[in-house]
């Protein structure tokens, strides 16, 4: 070991003892989520990461990684999960004001609000700059009319990152604003998507004159695609998809039932919350059971499709590490780990099925959901697709696709026949 390498694992193995001296003394799986909430957030240990001044304990990703890990085996509930401290935060600390950083970060951090996205919509996923969502101004307010759709947890967020047209007479990746919008308000519609796994996680939701102040705008009016950008990268960051050693999360805020719920009970049903849409059985110990229950666990073709996928799973979890320790932000390598995850989901719901033989043709088990859920991944988060392109052009240096639409003004752009102006005036009725 070097000298370097050395004082490392001093200050690691330092760094533990310190997480699980804190954990020994303030987990107590009786406690609300709430307080468990407040002690999390009140202490750093939560999000370790953020600036000192602002709730965290300024440490670098590698150094929150072992936070994390301590956490994980301690058995403890984490911090709050979901869109407010995974894609909310790292756009208010690298776009928002003084004054929003202290209006939301605290309620972040203490899970206080669920957050959810408002970015899709029927005719922009992959290419998202096309939103026809139109944001209008109107004194210390913008009015927003349009429709986004397959938005995960709606119902029980609070406010939604909102991407929307603020202007239409510049090209598409110039006109965009980015937003913090209530969700629950008389000009927001939702409407639950029933999906093939049975459960309805996500929504479309339909904007009649709703509106939202211009306090709650991060970033300039036409500049919000540089935001939507920042929020991309760190939501491709947070879709693990399978594996061990996972911290068990849930959502923050009132609608999600679970701050005053006792954090030990709340965190046995993070298995169960299919927010991440996590497969029942994604990790080893419950593909084990399967194979047991099943009687394959003395098949050598199972036997070594598990290692292979143990092995693939943990080569995986060691990348993702090394690229939180080699960088100080997260950026398109996350694109490299995405596609990894999604291979993992796969070689998970190919295997259950495979072990599980005709009865995973039985519906609402475990191994059923496990198979229905899986084709998510790989969309979710942005299509797979999507994130080739970008190691193809950001990685290896690959030559961009070619983009014809991207100096027209929006107002000129087409959807079949149409220009893409009256057909968004159809849809959501504004003129
Ligand atoms: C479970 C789940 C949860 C989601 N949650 C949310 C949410 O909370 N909020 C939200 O706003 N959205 C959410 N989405 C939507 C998700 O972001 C989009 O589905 C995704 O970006 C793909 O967009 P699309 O569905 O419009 O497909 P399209 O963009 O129409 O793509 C269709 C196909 O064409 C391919 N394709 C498109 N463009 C290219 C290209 N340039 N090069 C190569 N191939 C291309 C795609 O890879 C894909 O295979 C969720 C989706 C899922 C499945």
Redesign the pocket.
């Given at each position: 070991m070097t000298e370097n390498q050395t004082r490392e694992a001093r200050e690691t193995s330092s760094l533990r003892a310190e997480v699980r001296g804190w954990l020994d003394q303030n987990w107590d799986p009786e406690m609300s989520t709430r307080e468990w909430w407040e002690r999390l957030a009140a202490s750093g240990w939560g999000f370790p990461h953020w600036p000192a001044d602002h709730g965290g304990l300024g440490m670098t990703h590698a150094a929150s990684a072992v936070v994390v890990q301590e956490m994980v085996a301690a058995g403890v509930l984490g911090p709050p999960g979901g869109?407010a401290p995974t894609m909310g935060a790292p756009i208010v600390f690298a776009y928002g004001t003084a004054e929003q950083r202290r209006r939301w970060l605290p309620s972040i951090a203490r899970g206080l609000e669920g957050w959810?996205?408002?970015?899709?919509?029927?005719?922009?996923?992959?290419?998202?700059a096309s939103v026809q969502t139109r944001a209008v101004r109107d004194g210390d307010e913008w009015i927003v009319n349009g429709q986004?759709?397959?938005?995960?947890?709606?119902m029980e967020s609070d406010k939604a990152l909102l991407?929307a047209r603020t202007d239409v007479d510049v090209p598409k990746h110039r006109g965009i604003g980015f937003f913090i919008v209530d969700v629950h308000q008389p000009g927001i519609e939702i409407r639950p998507i029933k999906?093939m796994n049975g459960s309805a996680?996500?929504n479309e939701a339909f904007f009649t004159d709703a509106r939202v102040s211009d306090a709650d705008r991060i970033g300039e009016p036409n500049q919000g695609w540089a935001v939507a950008l920042h929020v991309l990268t760190h939501?491709r960051a947070s879709h693990p998809g399978g594996g061990d050693g996972v911290l068990k999360q849930v959502h923050g805020g009132e609608r999600a039932g679970y701050l005053d719920r006792p954090a030990g009970q709340v965190m046995l049903e993070a298995d169960d919350e299919r927010t991440a849409?996590r497969l029942p059985i994604s990790d080893l110990d419950s593909l084990l059971a399967l194979a047991r229950e099943h009687g394959r666990l003395d098949d050598p073709v199972i036997r070594q499709r598990i290692a292979h996928l143990h092995a693939f799973g943990e080569s995986l979890r060691l990348t993702q590490l090394r690229a939180l320790v080699s960088t100080s932000e997260v950026g398109t390598e996350t694109s490299v780990v995405y596609l990894g995850a999604v291979r993992l989901v796969r070689l998970y719901r190919d295997l259950i099925g495979d072990i599980a033989g005709a009865a995973a043709l039985l519906d609402c088990t475990d191994v059923s959901d496990s198979i229905l859920t899986a084709?998510?991944?790989g969309?979710?988060?942005?299509?797979?697709?999507?994130q080739?392109?970008l190691i193809g052009e950001r990685i290896l240096g690959l030559p961009k696709?070619p983009q014809i639409d991207r100096d027209v003004p929006f107002k000129d752009l087409r959807v079949g026949t149409q220009r893409v102006t009256a057909a968004a005036a159809s849809s959501n009725g504004s003129t």
């Open positions: 869109a959810a996205q408002f970015f899709s919509e029927p005719g922009a996923g992959s290419d998202l986004k759709v397959w938005n995960s947890g709606t991407v999906q996680e996500f939501e849409n084709p998510c991944h969309i979710q988060g942005g299509a797979e697709q999507i080739m392109n696709e």
